[in-house]
DNA sequence: CGTTATGTTGATAGCCGTCAACATACGTGG
DNA sequence: CCACGTATGTTGACGGCTATCAACATAACG
């Protein structure tokens, strides 16, 4: 009656991985963070030109493929990780297979946790995705003397708190209608915060879903096809238009707020 | 259609706090973290004996009756406070008067955020409560040259994320009996942990509910009807039995679990 | 003892889950 | 480039779970 979870997908990375490290040369290495795309806003912002230089020296990039899975629940987890492109979705499964995505982390996020040896969920990339991914050892020593890196990780994890607590507002007081909506305009927020401040009448803002029908329903506490049909509904009450490919057109982002109840 | 948010209780505290207040001694006030019943288990108990005496020195208690609000959403929060007893419920509400509450927090937990301002949602005293408040100003620059008092609330706030994912599962993936078997279930390991553990057969484990029936509902996602009801078939499985006063008594603390999909 | 808050129980309705059929997109191999 | 099979998405019909509305019971409190 509920979809089993995908937990047999292979660590089909490690390919990709050798093969990027055999064209890595150290020299590269060492510079890498400091042309890195994150660099600033992630947590490594917190280093000095000096100390970056030493995580560098320790990190490696890491490409996943969309389903890839990063971390099963119950893993021993010896790594941490940046988000360098694209979107990773951890998510909780009961017994019987029934399942709720509990966060989606973007660029510039942290993926690991301090203090703990075990992952508390399943962690898979939803789209295609780069990491950029330390030693925990490497990385806790660099945080012992640098208690400015700490701090980061600490706001981070303030920052998952307050949006785990916002969906639990969705997931326990919201409608169909208002959980659809209020996921559409969190996407289309990230992809383009500006526009959603104060959009002008006649522009289009597209975006490509990073998520599945099934993974949008596990995310908001529904069926795949209550999904389906609250997308309907906003198309015919034109708010947005649906293209191939998982795109989506907000033609009407205050009309979105609004049925989201934001 | 919902019952609008009690948002107009006073902060009736203040006059109980004063009278505390004058009540306390000096040498009093030096010495009260060292018998502090939750002395070791909060996160104070990163801090040496000389370091507690600062603390102790800028500390004050405050007992709070149950219904007393302790801060409104979107307040600026100009303490931190431990929780010495009592339970304290944190909660957000919707333009429309929707309820739900985000986290339930117990001794020796911590009120209050690091890095923010203003507070995120409405923190409500569910029972008579005691807590030992620090002025933010404070506490923070014992933070600045204690860095394993920072490391001990960061360790708190991961807690935390780990409960509201744990409910984030609840609120959207599970029924409403399985909800409210996992809400008791709850309270009793709070209770007496090692009981849960392992149940005699013939033992009575009997708590008193912190919260009422409209207040378990915002908890769960599900209106006082539902709960009721759903706590009347616990009752007719033989898995407890009901008391006044909001007593419950556990019959089958592994019956309570299996209802719950622990 | 009266009044109000809290909790219980029943009848009914509606939202959303379930089951089913179909449509479309995607990827692979010819 | 096209054919095929699979994955993903859509739409409809129906039913069940839980919200809603209502009446009542019990507890709390002055």
């Known amino acids: 009656m509920w979809r089993v979870p995908v937990l047999d997908v292979c660590y089909s990375v490690s390919a990709g ?3 990027y490290a055999a064209m890595t040369v150290i020299s590269e290495r060492i510079d ?9 806003q992630a947590v490594c912002g917190a280093l000095s030109d000096h100390e970056i230089q030493a995580l560098s020296a320790v990190a490696r990039q890491r490409v996943l493929k ?3 899975v990063i971390q099963n629940a119950e893993d021993e987890v010896s790594s941490f990780a940046n988000i360098v492109s694209g979107v990773v979705k951890l998510s909780k499964v009961l017994s019987d297979g029934r399942q709720q995505i509990v966060g989606l982390q973007f660029p510039p996020d942290f993926l690991g946790r301090a203090y703990r040896t075990r992952s508390p969920f399943y962690a898979e990339a939803a789209t295609d995705v780069e990491l950029c991914v330390f030693p925990k050892r490497s990385f806790e020593a660099l945080m012992a003397d ?13 920052d998952e708190l307050d949006a785990a607590r916002d969906w639990m507002l969705l997931l326990g007081r919201k409608s169909a209608a208002e959980k659809v909506a209020s996921f559409l305009a969190l996407i289309a927020r990230r992809k ?3 526009l959603c401040e104060h959009m002008p009448a006649d522009t289009l803002l597209t975006i490509t879903l990073p998520l599945t029908r099934a993974e949008i329903a596990d995310y908001l506490g529904l069926t795949i096809e209550t ?15 649906t293209g191939a490919n998982r795109t989506i ?7 979105l707020a609004e049925a989201a109840q934001l």
Not at 32 to 40: E, T
Not at 249 to 255: H, R
Request: aromatic share 4%; proline share 4%.
């Open 227 to 241: 999904v389906s049909r609250q997308i309907g509904n906003l198309r015919a009450a034109d708010i947005l238009e």
């Open 146 to 158: 640098q208690p400015e890196l700490e701090s980061r990780l600490f706001q981070n994890t303030l």
């Open 192 to 194: 383009a915060p500006a």
């Open 66 to 68: 969309a389903g890839d």
């Open 32 to 40: 890498r963070c400091r042309i890195c795309a994150i660099r600033h």
């Open 17 to 19: 991985l050798e093969r």
């Open 249 to 255: 057109t907000v033609l009407d982002y205050d009309g």
